[in-house]
């Protein structure tokens, strides 16, 4: 085990604790996404862990050995770990490769260039090595943050929202770079998400925080499958909720299907279809049993009444 939370308490204010006795483990080279919505206390455990913060009590243990918080360093944050924050906390007037350079020894100026080169490329921030951060966007400042935080290789890197300002296409390509980076170097993540999707494919283990507590802590797929409640199935995509009442009028095993988790078939319950858009590889339809509300995908259009099984 890399990293050990034991019955951390923390508060901000007195008499009302953020996390109330949370507990979490992250193995070496595990990927973890830490979802939740906004406000749930994803940044300040971010922030605890990495030691900018004091707690009031339980423990952190991390390679191995007991943190200390903020007095446990000379400089914050712990040596062995790094955190790209909300903030990115770039050198304002160093360059792109400055920056993502800082880290790195400047004894070998070569295999230094090689580096900032290969991680530039990873962020996609090739032909921006000479641009001071000032003149890029927040998207591309969030990139440079991410880069120099591989550049010193730590054995945990720390993301709070990584992808929240990088637009769709962007997106896709760092994801996939940068967990491929992760995976090649034996490097554990801990990845803070609003938006499970993002990094379901990705994650080996899905730890979900609501108001502070830890209500789920299960791989990908088990999540998928059987979400705590209706709050962690939200975090997953659209969905559909039924109640105790509706799973029995319905005949139904389980309380939330995702909309693909519905096929249209002969023998199934009858619906009316409401509408039939179309959303690129799928229709996104809405259909109506009763008076419940259903959104179903399909492959071709729908109209009419369809047949449903859940
Ligand atoms: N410095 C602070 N002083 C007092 N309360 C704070 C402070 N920072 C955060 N909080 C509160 O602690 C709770 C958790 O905040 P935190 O920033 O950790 O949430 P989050 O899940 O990261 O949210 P987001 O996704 O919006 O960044 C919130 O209710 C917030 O208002």
Redo the contacts with the bound molecule.
């Keep these: 085990m890399l990293l050990e939370v034991k019955n951390l308490y923390f508060n901000?204010?007195t008499n009302n604790p953020?996390f109330h006795n949370l507990n979490l483990h992250v193995d070496e080279g595990q990927i973890v996404a830490l979802a939740?919505e906004?406000?749930?206390?994803?940044?300040?455990l971010l922030s605890l862990i990495y030691g900018l913060m004091d707690w009031q009590s339980g423990e952190i243990i991390f390679d191995g050995e007991k943190l200390f918080g903020p007095k446990g360093n000379l400089v914050p944050g712990e040596s062995k770990m790094k955190f790209v924050a909300?903030n990115y906390d770039l050198m304002p007037y160093g360059t792109v490769y400055d920056n993502v350079g800082k880290y790195i020894s400047n004894i070998n100026l070569t295999s230094k260039k090689e580096k900032v080169d290969e991680l530039l490329d990873i962020v996609g921030l090739s032909e921006y090595a000479k641009v001071i951060p000032k003149n890029l966007s927040g998207g591309q400042q969030q990139r440079v943050a991410i880069a120099r935080a591989l550049a010193i290789l730590p054995k945990m890197l720390l993301l709070d929202?990584p992808f929240s300002n990088l637009d769709f296409s962007r997106k896709f390509e760092l994801r996939d770079k940068l967990f491929s980076y992760a995976r090649e170097n034996n490097m554990s993540l801990i990845i803070?998400t609003?938006n499970l999707e993002e990094v379901l494919p990705w994650a080996d283990k899905i730890v979900v925080l609501q108001n502070g507590r830890l209500i789920q802590n299960d791989s990908p797929k088990e999540t998928y499958e059987n979400p705590y409640n209706d709050y962690v199935a939200k975090l997953l995509g659209e969905v559909n909720i039924f109640t105790e009442g509706e799973k029995t009028q319905f005949n139904l095993s389980k309380k939330h299907y995702f909309p693909h988790q519905i096929k249209i078939a002969e023998g199934g319950v009858e619906a009316s279809v409401l509408e039939s858009l179309f959303a690129g590889s799928y229709y996104r339809n809405k259909v109506r049993i009763n008076d419940k509300s259903i959104v179903v995908y399909s492959q071709n259009k729908l109209s009419g009444n369809v047949n449903l099984e859940f």
């Design positions: 901000y204010q953020l939740g906004s406000g749930c206390g994803k940044s300040t909300q929202e803070s609003h």
